[in-house]
């Protein structure tokens, strides 16, 4: 059992993530709490669970804003996703979750991309915007540019979008490009 805790801060507005990773032979947890003044302000906590092959099994998203507290529950579903309990079709085949507000997410297809020795790695993601609470299918690529370095490319619902991103060798965003970047922890 390996226990990490993750700090990263938005570049592109306030904002701050705390991340604690548990990894255990059986699987993932994934507790952490992001604060931001982007959409008006907003407290998010997300919770995931992940198989020992770091696939997400599911994510459960809290959030409060100026609108009021909110909550929402992923789940995989065979070849889909449940969201709050029902299975939704147009999430079919998508491979992982990706929530807007963290880094965390993209580790998930970095990882499967070296897993599969892959210099290049597209897929469909079941997108869940943090501040709203919505998830929507989204499709994205992964371009390795070096050992640590990968080229973002969004081709769904951001489709233009694009950015570097510097992992460790755990394949956990250190700098994503426009947005985010990891912060060290003081002893």
Known sequence: MRTSVIFWRRTDTEGL???????EPEGVKVTSTVICL???GFRIDHHWRLGSDWRAQS???????MAGRGSLKLERAESGWKVDGELRADLEGAAEPDLSITPFCNTLPIREMAKAGSESFTL????????????ARSR???DRKGPKKLRYVDLGLSAGFEADL???EEGLIVR????FERVPASA
């Open 17 to 23: 993530e705390r991340l604690e990773l548990l990894v």
């Open 38 to 40: 982007e959409s008006g």
């Open 59 to 65: 994510v459960v998203v809290e959030r409060w804003n």
């Open 124 to 135: 469909d993601v079941a997108f869940i915007d943090g501040p709203t609470l919505t998830v």
């Open 140 to 142: 994205q690529r992964y």
């Open 166 to 168: 510097v992992v460790d």
């Open 176 to 179: 994503y490009e426009h947005l």
